[in-house]
């Protein structure tokens, strides 16, 4: 029903700059919020940041605080997480997901997203 495809990971050294996009398609009508999270090797999921897709609330991990802003063009369908002060320990495969039935319990929660992208490969070196 919804389809999501990211792009925009790379290779950085600490201290660097990434910006992922995620681009929605398919019944994107019904996407009420739109996440980022993320996993290391050897790592659980990590919720990094969400924003809902009709207002202008947003969410982020603790340690994402202060470096790292979520933002959507709704027009184009797409959120988009610029990822600044980047150090190695942001290194991991990062997953947009959308889900049309969050709210302020579930956002962190990876279970609650139903759609998934494949996931971008962000590697930060020393």
């Known amino acids: 029903q919804v389809q999501l495809v990211e792009s925009g990971g790379g290779l950085v050294q600490a201290g660097g700059s990434l910006r992922l996009s995620c681009a929605a398609s398919g019944r994107t009508f019904s996407i009420a919020a739109m996440a980022w999270f993320r996993q290391a090797p050897g790592k659980e999921r990590e919720f990094v940041a969400a924003i809902s897709w009709s207002g202008d609330s947003t969410y982020y991990g603790n340690s994402m605080k202060g470096r790292f802003t979520i933002s959507r063009d709704n027009a184009k369908n797409t959120v988009y997480l610029q990822m600044n002060s980047l150090k190695p320990e942001d290194t991991a495969v990062y997953y947009c997901?959308?889900?049309?039935?969050?709210?302020?319990?579930?956002?962190?929660?990876?279970?609650?997203?139903?759609?998934w992208g494949q996931g971008t490969q962000v590697t930060v070196s020393s």
């Open positions: 997901a959308a889900d049309g039935g969050i709210t302020i319990a579930t956002v962190t929660h990876d279970r609650a997203y139903r759609y």
